[in-house]
């Protein structure tokens, strides 16, 4: 048997850590996302930010929701938030928010729930992430 363990260098708080990685303890999820050979080509050379672009286009010009089987008010929650549209369109759960939200919600802290990293190769991401 052979392994797909890859061993990647990541830089966290100043300090370079290894992570394992092992491609055999991912979930197997459907594959969202393919590329042709032309489109890896394009991609070739670019910094991630644009090959995120590229990535949010493609997904918004082959996708089509109608294909996952949405309630009518998850279509109107898809359609409002194209930053979570991914949950949809991986079929993840869609947790909403009871109450009011506050400043506080805005806010990490050490209560705030934690979900453990797995790659994402082949999903939709729909999120832009924005640094102050």
């Keep these: 048997m052979s392994s797909n363990n890859t061993e990647t260098s990541v830089q966290l708080n100043d300090k370079k850590r290894k992570r394992q990685y092992n491609e055999e303890e991912e979930p197997q999820r459907k594959r969202l996302m393919n590329?042709?050979?032309?489109?890896?080509?394009?991609?070739s050379g670019k910094r991630a930010s644009e090959r995120s672009i590229?990535?949010?286009?493609k997904f918004e010009r082959e996708f089509n929701p109608a294909s996952i089987g949405m309630s009518v008010a998850?279509?109107?929650?898809?359609e409002a938030n194209p930053h979570?549209?991914?949950?949809?369109a991986n079929e993840r759960p869609?947790?909403?928010?009871?109450?009011k939200f506050t400043v506080q919600d805005r806010l990490l802290t050490e209560k705030s729930?934690?979900?453990p990293y797995?790659?994402?190769v082949g999903e939709?991401?729909?999120?832009?992430?924005?640094?102050?």
């Design 124 to 132: 939709a991401k729909t999120v832009d992430h924005w640094y102050a």
């Design 113 to 115: 729930g934690r979900t």
């Design 35 to 43: 590329y042709s050979q032309r489109e890896l080509d394009s991609r």
């Design 54 to 57: 590229l990535d949010r286009q």
């Design 94 to 99: 869609f947790l909403r928010h009871k109450g």
């Design 74 to 78: 998850e279509t109107l929650i898809y």
């Design 118 to 120: 797995t790659r994402r």
């Design 84 to 88: 979570i549209r991914q949950v949809f």
